[in-house]
């Protein structure tokens, strides 16, 4: 099975024929016959199925108040003259200009061709026709309605396409920047109803391996939903859905395709790797045959992307575990089982954040911390456990593990194995220069060193160990405040100071145990 969206062989459902809203002809001129008459004879005109709604003004000043406030007026017969001689010209400019109204059709008429002169005005007015008063009989004025109502109609299907094809594009790109399944789910829902400009409801679910722990056994887990349906999900099964709804999704699962309702459209599509996803979507009003294939060539390409997500997150998801796998393999070299890996990136993430960093950089901070001291997996056990203090040539041993855990982590490419790689080298580095093993001072350090090392220092100052007894977090606080400037950042220990409730919810979440063998 291909991964691109499949469509049942059945016809979508077309709408039920409902009454069309007329098309709005606006009458501007001073003489209240000319208004009387043209509604008479033109009361019975119909284009295209639909009637005609005639709108009155009898002076160009009211008539730019009515312009102003109504934007689907498809034609206007507008006098010359009415309050000024030139009255009518004006409002035409108005119109083009100062609206920026390009589409309405506008027809000038005039009792005082003298006043206009037919070549002058055709030059120098953007309007689309120039008629005498006295020639437009009932048979000329019908001409002159099909003439600029077709116009009009024609521009409207130019622009609903140009709008649609933008929205197409706008949309799928916004799908396309998700960076989670779930981000994904919320965005297509979104996005359906930005595309049709519909007030849609519904529900984006899923069969994978990715959020279902039950997927053997065929169960379906919703990733987003509209707030309408939301309301009615638990635990992100569907159990309580409304009945249609759950008929709907059952009907594309043994199908293998999409179907449209009256009201509703299910987009189904499988990837690769077998799973299967289903966007549901419920509207007030029928769909349009024109709905339908856009939604069609929205979710074809919907479908790529939620392929490629699917991969992504299956990578992310393997190398967060395996980090996750070295963290603790250097915690237990360290013989220490305490979570301090794991609390020195979630510390590390909370100083991204303060600094401003986005939420893709602060995720990658958060893995990249927690492997700051890869390098000590190649130090010998006798030192690296060795109860009490360390000999001089025991501690040179020791300082060599920012290198070592850099040369081990830069070989890889990753955005997470670089920035550990970074964390790993310049961890030890002091902002006044006295730290190891290049001596950096100030900013020469990289920000990633001096955030690790901030949140490297507190955590082991608290965290027991077969070598030292824990500090209380109070007093750990108090010794980065007084190594700001010296060994750290003054900037990050302003951040860290200042959002100490923020600091105790990391210990609350990830909370101490004594140190093995203690």
């Known amino acids: 099975m291909s991964d691109d969206l499949v469509f049942s062989d059945e016809p979508p459902a077309l709408p039920p024929t409902e009454v069309a809203a007329p098309?709005?002809?606006l009458i501007v001129d001073d003489e209240p016959g000319v208004h009387d008459v043209t509604k008479l004879v033109m009361s019975d005109f119909k284009m295209d199925g639909r009637a005609v709604?005639?709108?009155?003004?009898?002076?160009?000043?009211?008539?730019?108040?009515?312009?102003?406030?109504?934007?689907?007026?498809?034609?206007?017969?507008?006098?010359?003259?009415?309050?000024?001689?030139?009255?009518?010209l004006e409002l035409a400019r108005y119109i083009r200009e100062d609206l920026k109204n390009h589409a309405v059709r506008i027809v000038l008429r005039t009792g005082q061709a003298g006043q206009a002169p037919e070549e002058q005005v055709i030059r120098d007015y953007d309007?689309?026709?120039?008629?005498?008063?006295?020639?437009?009989?009932?048979r000329k004025l019908i001409t002159v309605f099909y003439s600029g109502l077709r116009s009009y109609r024609d521009l409207m299907l130019i622009e609903r396409a140009r709008l649609g094809l933008r929205r197409s594009i706008e949309a799928i790109t916004r799908v396309c920047d998700s960076q989670s399944l779930r981000t994904f789910a919320s965005a297509v829902l979104e996005q359906v109803n930005f595309l049709l400009n519909l007030n849609g409801q519904g529900l984006c679910a899923s069969r994978t391996t990715a959020y279902t722990a039950c997927a053997a056994n065929g169960h379906i887990k919703v990733l987003a939903a509209t707030e309408d349906f939301s309301r009615l999900i638990v635990d992100d099964e569907i159990d309580n859905l409304p009945m249609e709804v759950r008929h709907a999704l059952d009907r594309s699962i043994n199908e293998k395709c999409s179907h449209f309702g009256e009201k509703y459209y299910l987009g189904y599509y499988q990837t690769k790797s077998g799973s299967e996803s289903m966007i549901y979507m419920h509207f007030l009003e029928p769909l349009s045959q024109s709905s339908c294939e856009l939604l069609e060539l929205f979710s074809s390409n919907v479908a790529i992307t939620y392929d490629n997500l699917l991969t992504r997150e299956e990578i992310e998801a393997t190398q967060s575990a395996t980090i996750a796998v070295l963290g603790e393999a250097i915690e237990r070299r360290s013989?220490?089982?305490n979570d301090h890996t794991r609390r020195v990136?979630?510390?590390?993430?909370l100083l991204g954040g303060w600094l401003g960093m986005s939420a893709h950089d602060v995720e990658?901070?958060?893995?990249?911390?927690?492997?700051?001291?890869?390098?000590?997996?190649?130090?010998?056990?006798?030192?690296?456990?060795?109860?009490?203090q360390l000999d001089p040539k025991e501690w040179d041993i020791i300082k060599t593990h920012p290198q070592l855990g850099f040369d081990m982590l830069s070989i890889s490419s990753t955005a997470i194995h670089q920035m550990g790689a970074t964390a790993a080298l310049e961890h030890h580095e002091h902002w006044d220069g006295t730290g190891y093993p290049r001596a950096l001072a100030g900013e020469d350090i990289s920000i990633i060193g001096r955030v690790v090392a901030v949140a490297d220092v507190m955590d082991a100052l608290v965290s027991p160990s077969c070598y030292k007894t824990p500090w209380v977090l109070e007093a750990s606080l108090a010794h980065l405040r007084a190594e700001s400037g010296k060994q750290f950042d003054p900037r990050l220990i302003e951040m860290v100071m200042s959002q100490q409730a923020a600091i105790e919810s990391i210990y609350k979440k990830f909370p101490l145990e004594p140190a093995a063998g203690m």
């Open 364 to 388: 990658v901070l958060r893995q990249a911390a927690t492997l700051h001291d890869a390098g000590k997996i190649r130090i010998p056990n006798e030192i690296l456990i060795k109860p009490g």
């Open 345 to 349: 990136g979630e510390i590390s993430a």
């Open 23 to 25: 098309w709005k002809v």
């Open 127 to 138: 309007i689309n026709d120039y008629r005498e008063k006295t020639e437009l009989t009932r």
């Open 335 to 337: 013989n220490n089982t």
């Open 53 to 88: 709604q005639f709108l009155d003004c009898f002076s160009a000043e009211e008539a730019k108040e009515l312009l102003a406030q109504t934007h689907d007026i498809a034609l206007i017969l507008l006098d010359v003259v009415m309050e000024t001689d030139r009255a009518g």
